[in-house]
């Protein structure tokens, strides 16, 4: 890994798709891996780097990842606010963290989202298909309006693998982008399985962004990339609308094979530039 990324003169990676929870919580969603539960659908392969948080900011930082995010989300009313108290700690502890947020649609969100944002919230998680909520709901317009004024990235889970619900694809999250023009988004796994009508919104919003993450990998549990639109993937790349994520340490194959997999699609080295580091660093003012 440090080879990859010193070949392309880079001072390292930057990898805004990780997970750092709660030890409970996280302990929680490895569980529910295991089991193959109705959101993820059966089959899912064992987690590869299911280790204590130690060991994992250690591994990532042994990689040469410089900058890192550590996306929690709330599956019910009640866990969001407690959840931002926690992440807030660990990016105090892990100045490597790009301190991170989330939110759910209940009565106080625009008030802990502005306190979260006051203290320094650097990107937000909004998971769709996990949370099962609507992001045009009345409590989140608000919040919404917030993070696009700040500037402040939200990552969303919006695509509607591994298994849809009502409130997934290009719709409900494309009408919170026609009411919020300004709002930087990050579309998480390439909004697969609708890749065509995300990478659309992207055409449309110039704000908007979207993460490589579990993308073009062995492991198509999301779906398939779409081959047509290769050529706008590496315009979006080279135009700094495309960002490393990899899901870890929730994914079944190695780190690197994220990597591979990207510089497997033979887009050069520019494009690998600016997708592992430089898009990132922009993005998130990093040095």
Not at 42 to 52: A, E, M, N, V
Not at 213 to 219: D, E, G, I, Q
Request: glycine share 10%; proline share 9%.
């Amino acid at each position: 890994m440090p080879a990859f990324w010193r070949a392309l003169g880079l001072p390292g990676l930057v990898d805004v798709h990780v997970h750092f929870m709660p030890p409970r919580l996280m302990s929680a969603v490895w569980e529910y891996f295991a089991e193959g539960g109705p959101l993820i659908g059966s089959g899912w392969p064992p987690i590869r780097y299911r280790r204590p948080e130690v060991e994992r900011i250690a591994f990532l930082r042994g990689l040469g990842v410089r900058a890192f995010s550590a996306l929690a989300y709330p599956h019910r009313p009640g866990m969001a606010e407690s959840l931002n108290e926690w992440t807030a700690g660990f990016a105090a502890r892990v100045p490597d963290c790009l301190r991170s947020g989330t939110f759910y649609p209940e009565p106080g969100a625009a008030e802990y989202v502005r306190r979260a944002l006051d203290e320094g919230t650097r990107v937000f998680k909004v998971h769709l298909q996990v949370g099962g909520f609507d992001p045009r709901a009345e409590e989140l317009d608000a919040v919404w309006g917030m993070l696009a004024d700040a500037g402040t990235p939200a990552i969303v889970h919006a695509g509607s693998g591994p298994v849809a619900n009502e409130f997934t694809g290009p719709g409900p999250f494309g009408d919170v982008l026609a009411r919020h023009p300004r709002l930087t988004a990050i579309i998480a796994h390439l909004g697969a399985p609708e890749f065509d009508e995300f990478f659309a919104l992207a055409d449309r919003y110039d704000r908007v962004h979207l993460d490589t993450t579990m993308a073009f990998t062995r492991f198509a549990a999301l779906g398939t990339f779409p081959g047509a639109l290769t050529p706008r993937l590496r315009d979006l790349g080279l135009d700094g609308r495309i960002l490393l994520g990899t899901d870890f340490p929730n994914i079944p194959y190695p780190y690197a094979h994220q990597l591979e997999a990207l510089a497997g699609l033979g887009l050069g080295d520019d494009w690998l530039r600016a997708v592992c580091w430089e898009a990132a660093a922009k993005l998130f003012d990093l040095h």
